[in-house]
């Protein structure tokens, strides 16, 4: 049984930073491509940042400079260092695990960014 569990979500003040990390059990993890999402009140989920098997990294034009998307194949886990949070960076953020038709998603963390 696949699995990805989110964590690190938290209230923090516009400036601040946040980690969030993602725990992948049951998936060859070092194979799948690795990304973070996120979903904002009344909006769609959108793409954060992506680590790919082959450790390409890429990041919507909105968290370049701020937000770094890492990974540790020995312990399973990808994490997104959030730095100079805004309130608009204000979401659930998902974890994903994709490779050809499989993909999977993470229950989801709640990120707040208000003063």
């Known amino acids: 049984q696949v699995q990805l569990v989110e964590s690190g979500g938290d209230l923090v003040q516009p400036g601040g930073s946040l980690r969030l990390s993602c725990a992948a059990s049951?998936?060859?993890?070092?194979?799948?491509?690795m990304a973070w999402y996120r979903q904002a009140p009344g909006k769609q989920r959108e793409w954060v940042a992506s680590?790919?098997?082959?450790?390409?990294?890429n990041y919507v034009d909105s968290v370049k400079g701020r937000f770094t998307i890492s990974r540790d194949n020995a312990k399973k886990m990808v994490y997104l260092q959030m730095n100079s949070l805004q309130p608009e960076d204000t979401a659930v953020y998902y974890c994903?695990?994709?490779?050809?038709?499989?993909?999977?998603w993470g229950q989801g963390t709640q990120v707040t960014v208000s003063s």
């Open positions: 680590f790919t098997s082959n450790r390409n990294t």
């Open positions: 049951g998936i060859i993890f070092r194979i799948y491509n």
């Open positions: 994903n695990a994709y490779l050809s038709a499989n993909s999977y």
